[in-house]
């Protein structure tokens, strides 16, 4: 089998309303946009991949250069390739995910069977994306965590003192597994600057959420790069520490693991690694004794891209963005069918290779 070509579309959902993520700081967020993939083969089957969206930035010509004529099977070829390519353009990570859609769509197998997964129901926590001052955020735990049966939450606060908010939280739902996370690792300077906390006030915050106790993680207190600092925090504090969702490639991913830095690691599939170099960093983790949680919030495929990696995993826990007005419809926008939850758990795609249908009516240039 050949690939014979990749081309590009851009896909853009008006969403109604906005919201305000941590990760762009000043920035209302009123649209999602996302670049979607094809990538076609001499065996007539195509496979699709999407990744976040660079003002619209193409590169598919420069994908198909270094892509077609290789064999979509040969994952070592073409792994090697997407790194030739990132030396000089952008992270071309998630098209990986197309090829093993033509993997699976090829043997009639979802993705995360080929690796040695199974479609059990994965846990979801219920993934905020901006600071909420804390009588919303207890209404919103009630509505759309409590009485939807999710047993955990992920808060997103930015500055120190929010851990009122946290503390609040807690006191309004004692039991609730309450993870936190502060969006220090990287942000998008589309508006302002962020805010970096420096190796002691990420201990202070932690500290304090030790006395509140049942927090299951901090998420992202210091800049991605700081291996060495992530690693003396893990030491310093009983609160688990979470990071590495964008981090880039599997070298950096490897720093991680190698300086026993993170207690959970949470590389994306469609950010940082592909899937076949996230299931051997979550091999590396887990012989390390490191939980491995990857990071979904990019858009449908992304989502189905990680769930097969945590499929074969055993990932704890799955990420579900959850903050009206993005939910799971917006995620999935330009899919047929929204990765809902039931219960509390998400299931895997069973249909042979990612297992995701595109709703072209929702691509912008289709
Ligand atoms: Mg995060």
């Not at 004529?69 to 790194?83: A, F, I, Q, S, W």
């Amino acid at each position: 089998m050949q690939i014979t070509d990749v081309t590009q579309y851009h896909a853009t959902h008006e969403m109604d309303g906005a919201f305000h993520p941590t990760w762009i700081p000043g920035f209302a967020q009123g649209s999602h946009e996302a670049e979607l993939f094809e990538v076609e083969t001499d065996a007539g089957i195509t496979g699709v991949a999407a990744g976040p969206s660079l003002g619209g930035l193409r590169y598919d010509d420069q994908l198909a250069g270094l892509l077609v004529g290789e064999n979509p099977h040969d994952m070592r070829t073409v792994l090697g390739k997407l790194d030739s390519f990132r030396l000089s353009g952008p992270r071309p990570w998630h098209v990986e995910m197309a090829l093993w859609d033509i993997i699976g769509k090829d043997a009639g197998k979802p993705v995360h069977e080929l690796l040695g997964g199974t479609a059990d129901p994965v846990p979801v926590y219920a993934s905020t994306g901006a600071v909420m001052d804390a009588e919303d955020r207890i209404e919103y735990i009630d509505e759309h965590v409590v009485d939807e049966g999710i047993q955990a939450v992920k808060l997103r606060v930015t500055e120190l003192d929010q851990v009122d908010i946290v503390r609040e939280v807690r006191a309004a739902f004692p039991d609730l597994t309450l993870l936190v996370d502060v969006n220090k690792g990287w942000a998008i300077r589309a508006v302002e600057p962020e805010v970096e906390w420096s190796y002691k006030d990420a201990l202070r915050f932690a500290r304090q959420l030790e006395e509140l106790g049942g927090v299951g993680w901090l998420e992202e207190p210091l800049p991605r790069h700081q291996y060495a600092r992530y690693a003396a925090l893990r030491e310093a504090t009983t609160v688990p520490i979470a990071g590495a969702e964008f981090n880039d490639g599997v070298g950096e991913l490897t720093e991680f693991v190698r300086q026993d830095a993170l207690d959970v690691l949470q590389a994306d599939a469609a950010l940082a690694t592909g899937i076949k170099r996230a299931v051997d960093i979550a091999a590396m983790a887990d012989a390390n004794g490191t939980e491995f949680v990857p990071h979904t919030w990019t858009n449908g495929a992304g989502f189905a891209a990680n769930l097969h990696v945590m499929a074969v995993a055993g990932s704890p826990w799955c990420e579900y963005p959850l903050e009206p007005p993005w939910d799971p419809d917006v995620v999935s926008f330009f899919l047929e069918e929204s990765f809902t939850h039931k219960n509390g758990h998400v299931e895997p795609p069973t249909d042979p290779g990612l297992g995701i249908t595109v709703d072209w009516d929702a691509v912008d240039d289709a």
